[in-house]
């Protein structure tokens, strides 16, 4: 399989709210693990958006195209620079309900877009679906390291370091994903408790409000 280069880890797993100079664009990359039931060698490999397609549709055609045992069940984590955005949230959501056979888990290096409430209902869809988006912490980004990236070359940084300060960066990206839930949770309740305050509309106040 293909791996990245160190520098292409360092780089695009960067999960720093800034980019220091000099300045480079944070591509959307995701690093897949296959692992079947049977323990039988796992199957990995990485992709990059190409052309219209993000990389999570195409992770998804590469999974629907290894003609998988569907009677056998196959773990599935995948390592993303940026979470899901909302419509690639909903194929994830149609594809895992297709295929039951596959536990699919999702760790994100950075959240793309939170503070757009439409872009947070996509990673709710997900997690409600069974598929919570998760964020990546030193366990992940560690794995990630030793399992796709080309370790043939010593890279210009010391691992251990920037491992240390991806876990780092992590832990205020793990408060926000956090705070997002809890905030969605609050709408819920609050709309809930409005309908219970409210009552069903009688039919002489849904003729007074007739247009």
Known sequence: MALLTAKTFSLQFNNKRRVNKPYYPRKALLCYQLTPQN????????????????????????????????????????????????????????FIKAHRHLNLRIFASRLYYHWRPHYQEGLLLLRGSQVPVEVMGLSEFSDCWENFVDHKEP??????????????????????????????????????????????????????NSR
């Open 39 to 94: 323990g039988s060698t796992p199957t990995r490999g990485y992709l990059k958006n190409k052309k219209k397609h993000h990389a999570e549709i195409r992770f998804i055609n590469k999974i629907k195209s290894m003609g998988l045992d569907e009677t056998q069940c196959y773990k599935v984590t995948c390592y993303l620079t940026w979470s899901p955005c909302p419509s690639c949230a909903r194929e994830l959501v149609d």
């Open 155 to 208: 890279p210009s940084f010391n691992p251990s370091e920037k491992l240390k300060e991806l876990d780092k960066n992590s832990q205020a990206i793990k408060r926000r994903l956090e705070r997002i839930k809890q905030s969605r949770s609050v709408d819920v309740l609050e709309n809930g408790l409005r309908s219970l305050q409210l009552g069903p509309v009688t039919p002489s106040s849904s003729t007074h």
